[in-house]
């Protein structure tokens, strides 16, 4: 799920998927990777629908917004995978 190229490290865990601080070793620069464990019957149209759809979040640019910089499916593990920029002053609550 996590290349060579990076470090990670459990950040909190959620109804539907966990997330995790990841280490870009490269540049040293710190993402959020937030792991969907989709379901066994999860069709590749579904896949793909949700994939189009972070594309599509990932093109918003706003300073109050998280901004999304990849999105990719783990088929070992059956998850959809987002890399979201490391909001490191914490969530809203």
């Not at 959620?14 to 540049?27: E, F, M, N």
């Not at 792991?35 to 594309?55: M, P, Q, Y």
Request: net charge neutral; aromatic share 8%.
């Amino acid at each position: 799920m996590v290349s060579q190229s990076q470090q990670q490290y459990f950040l909190g865990k959620g109804t539907y998927c966990s997330v995790s601080l990841v280490i870009h070793k490269l540049d040293n620069k710190k993402y959020a990777l937030k792991v969907l464990k989709l379901h066994e019957n999860t069709s590749e149209r579904e896949k793909d629908n949700a994939l189009a759809e972070i594309r599509y979040l990932a093109s918003v640019q706003h300073p109050n917004v998280i901004s999304y910089k990849a999105a990719f499916i783990d088929e070992p593990t059956s998850s959809l995978c987002l890399v979201m920029e490391y909001a490191n002053s914490g969530d809203l609550g």
